[in-house]
């Protein structure tokens, strides 16, 4: 399989921004994201293939994802609504060959963690300076007012998910912190503050 019409450097740019954009496109809805994901994904098999580096397919995680991943299609093919089972089931591949494309940016470009940190940080700021402006004042800086007359949002309109958007990003973002401050003597208080930045 030939793909010498794109090179190297070229593919790994482009997971990389890739990568670095699906926080801001969640806000947009799933469709976007999880576009960007399979694109991502098909990325990383254009990369091993041109480049013939299987290493990523041999590693502990992804021969343990195989199996959960033929789990989940042997429950759904046991589930009352096969076919609407089967329709998440097989296509949660993706995540999996996701997750390995993530690993064959940080192996070229590690300084990808940096950037996405502040990209989760300039998020979090926005959302939480926006969120607290609708609580105080009823509506956001766009003038969007809460939904259901008391609930924030922000910048998810009339979806009340903005805490659960803060909080599955959480991880991520800590994961990004403890890495880039690993060295910081006073890296406890700065976990500190920034949690209960987030925690507001």
């Not at 806000?27 to 994904?41: C, K, N, Q, R, Y």
């Not at 397919?57 to 609407?84: P, W």
């Not at 922000?154 to 990004?176: K, N, Q, V």
Request: some cysteine; hydrophobic content about 50%; proline content about 2%.
């Amino acid at each position: 399989m030939k793909f010498q019409f794109i090179s190297n450097k070229h593919i790994i740019t482009a997971q990389q921004y890739l990568i670095l954009s699906i926080p801001f496109l969640l806000i947009t809805g799933p469709f976007l994201s999880d576009l960007a994901v399979v694109i991502t994904s098909i990325l990383f098999l254009v990369y091993v293939f041109k480049n013939k580096d299987f290493k990523y397919f041999d590693s502990t995680f992804f021969k343990l994802f195989i199996i959960f991943n033929a789990y989940i299609v042997l429950t759904s093919l046991m589930s009352e609504h096969v076919l609407y089972s089967l329709k998440t089931s097989l296509t949660y591949f993706r995540f999996g060959l996701f997750t390995l494309g993530v690993w064959l940016v940080l192996d070229h470009k590690p300084s990808t963690i940096k950037y996405l940190f502040f990209s989760l940080l300039l998020i979090y700021s926005f959302l939480v300076f926006d969120g607290l402006k609708q609580f105080f004042t009823k509506e956001n800086i766009f003038g969007v007012y809460l939904a259901s007359g008391h609930r924030v949002t922000s910048l998810f309109g009339d979806e009340a998910i903005l805490g659960s958007y803060l909080s599955r990003l959480l991880p991520m973002f800590f994961a990004c912190l403890i890495f880039l401050n690993k060295d910081n003597k006073n890296k406890n208080y700065f976990y500190f503050f920034s949690f209960l930045f987030i925690l507001i």
